[in-house]
């Protein structure tokens, strides 16, 4: 099944909302298979959005990120690349949809609560950068009454 790379910003665990993420993925029928508080490092920072590393606002989400620890997570589940981009909601919170974790928890582009990878391809990239020594593979008794 597909796979999607989560993290809860500094802002995100600093503001107590790591529960409250953790319980909207699990509650949906998405699996845990990795989850790990980390202080990043500047040049894996850098790594993670190197993408972006033209964009005016690369420095400041750099610092943003280095700014305190992160919770990073790997969730698996049907479609959950694009389904916990929809959780997550719009980069801007400004712009996203009540309801979905940055329209409930955020205000500002620069303190958006949680990443989530953009595509399976960059899920795959996110994963392999973030969890080299791979996830945890378990199944939850109740599978069969998430998934047909
Ligand atoms: N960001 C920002 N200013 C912008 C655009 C993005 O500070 O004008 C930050 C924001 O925290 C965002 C992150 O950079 O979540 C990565 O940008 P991306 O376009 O990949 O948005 P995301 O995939 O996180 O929705
Ligand atoms: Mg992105």
Partial sequence: MEQTFIMIKPDGVQRGLVGEIIKTFEQKGFYLR?????????????????DLSSKPFFE??????????????????????????????ATNPSASDPGTIR???????????????????????????WFPDGTVNWQSSLHPWIYE
Avoid: Q
Avoid at 36 to 45: C, D, H, I, S, T
Avoid at 105 to 115: D, K, M, S, Y
């Fill in 34 to 50: 990795g989850m790990k508080l980390v202080n990043v490092e500047r040049p894996f920072a850098e790594k993670h959005y190197e």
């Fill in 60 to 89: 400041g989400l750099v610092e943003y990120i280095i700014s305190g620890p992160v919770v990073a997570m790997v969730w698996e589940g049907k479609n959950v690349v694009a389904t916990g981009r929809k959780v997550i909601g």
């Fill in 103 to 129: 329209g409930s928890f955020a205000v500002e582009i620069g303190r958006n609560v949680i990443h989530g990878s953009d595509s399976v391809e960059s899920a795959k990239k996110e994963i392999a950068l």
